[in-house]
């Protein structure tokens, strides 16, 4: 997919790879597109001609980080965000592979579409795509997709994400059809007869704010729901986006009976809550007109926001690994689908720059050690991709040089407005954050970097 045009060393770094029980320092050898040397320290005599030579004392090398849940919008919503400005958010993130969910026009329902997608993700910075394919043909909840064809193209899985799939029948069916791939279906779990469309939590803060609410109930009913339906089919489940800490309890409890379900939650859900529907007040000059308002349109998103004992639940399953994996659940809009009425604006949150540095609020505060944070980004999105994700999320000798070079102690005020992402929504809008991606290396090529002496190859 990359190549590389040189080799880089990067000297002196903390290097965290969970995947080898690893926090040192350390020297990184980068050759020809894969981990060439991982060592205490690699001399200069060693060095192939014309090597890159980077200073990584102060930065942290990880695996690159994996997001299994973005939403890239192309084709068809071009005006939302596309792949290429999808990719350089995420290369801004530290983010090398992501999933991309199948809710464009058309929707990711057959080759074809699977095809155009891997093609403009050539053609983007190299940072690497793994298609999701529809669950349902057009997504419409009634007939399967053609399964076997999206496989073949490249589908790592199946999900109608936007919609649950609300047809337990269906559900059944996709759960034996793509069991029999090896692939897992991923569901969006919401009842929407229990939703109604709801714009926030259902609780204290919708009850002041006049706004109707969604209950947690509506997703614990179908994640309970699923897992039946995965016992009695053997299907591989991946639970998008958990939210509550019943839906933790469900999961934990799948698990123990040896269900094949993994989960994912996002970073908002995790470190924010439904308070922030009412609109944060960020001190200084920058704080947005929003401060004044009743509500953050930017903080409506779906899954809702939930209470700080949701978020708990999540931190504590995201620790003992009930859930597999942070996902950003990266959903771009236009800023005018959030310049209206709470009821009326579009949801979702522009997430993938914002997403390690929210996370390591959680690291810093002393809630998650940081080669947990790093496992929870690179080897536990690799339960749900199985073999496609064989050679990733890992330093060893011969994997592939997907590398994130990171500064914990960099302070950094978030601004939508510098987003590369044409989505430029996000709740955290004013906040500072503690601890950012300082480069991007994917397979070898540098796909962003903030670090001196090391630069972006086209
Ligand atoms: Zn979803």
């Known amino acids: 997919m990359t190549t590389a045009t040189n080799s880089i060393l990067i000297r002196g770094a903390r290097i965290v790879d969970p995947s080898q029980g690893m926090d040192r320092a350390g020297d990184l050898l980068i050759v020809e597109g894969r981990i060439g040397k991982l060592a205490p320290a690699i001399r200069d005599g060693n060095l192939p001609k014309g090597c890159i030579l980077v200073d990584g004392v102060g930065l942290v090398a990880c695996p690159g980080f994996i997001d299994l849940h ?60 793994l298609p999701i394919g529809c669950v349902s043909k057009e997504r419409a909840g009634q007939q399967l997709a053609e399964m076997w064809e999206l496989a073949q193209a490249g589908a790592i899985g199946f999900s109608d994400d936007g919609s649950p799939v609300a047809n337990p029948h269906l559900m059944r069916q996709a759960l034996l059809y793509a069991g029999g791939l090896g692939l897992p279906v991923i569901n969006h779990p919401e009842d929407p007869g229990l939703s109604r ?154 997430g993938l720059e914002t997403a390690f540095g929210a996370l390591m609020t959680l690291v810093h505060r002393g809630d998650l050690p940081l080669s947990m944070l790093v496992e929870r980004m690179t080897q536990g999105p690799l339960h749900l991709l199985g073999e496609r994700g064989n050679g990733l999320g890992s330093l060893r000798e011969g994997s592939a040089a997907d590398v994130t070079l990171v500064r914990l102690d960099e302070e950094w005020l978030v601004r939508g407005a510098d987003f590369a992402s044409k989505g430029k929504h996000t709740p955290l809008e004013g906040v500072t954050l503690k601890g950012r991606a300082a480069a991007t290396i994917v397979g070898g090529r540098v796909a962003y970097s903030a670090v001196g002496g090391l630069v972006v190859r086209e």
């Open 197 to 350: 469309n709801a714009p926030m939590n259902e609780g204290r803060v919708s009850n002041r704010l006049g706004l109707a609410g969604w209950p947690a109930v509506a997703e614990e009913t179908m994640v309970a729901r699923d897992i039946e339906l995965c016992a009695i089919t053997g299907g591989r489940l991946h639970l998008a986006h958990i939210s509550t800490a019943g839906s933790v309890e469900l999961v934990r409890r799948a698990k123990e009976r040896g269900l094949p379900v993994t989960a994912e939650a996002t970073p908002h859900h995790l470190t924010l809550t439904e308070e922030w529907v009412r609109g944060h007040a960020p001190d200084g000059p920058l704080a947005s007109p929003l401060t004044y308002a009743a509500y953050d349109t930017s903080a409506k998103v779906n899954p809702p926001l939930r209470t700080r004992r949701d978020a708990e639940a999540l931190l504590a399953g995201l620790r003992d690994g009930v859930i597999d994996a942070v996902a950003t659940d990266h959903a771009p809009h236009p800023v005018t689908t959030k310049l209206v009425t709470f009821d009326e604006a579009a949801s979702g949150i522009s």
């Open 70 to 129: 973005v939403h890239l919008r192309e084709p068809g919503y071009e005006d939302h965000e596309t792949i290429a400005t999808g990719l350089e958010a995420a290369a801004r993130g530290g983010f090398t592979t992501v999933c991309c969910m199948p809710n464009t026009r058309p929707a990711i329902d057959n080759a074809s579409v699977v095809d155009y997608v891997l093609r403009r993700a050539r053609e983007a910075n190299g940072v690497r795509v």
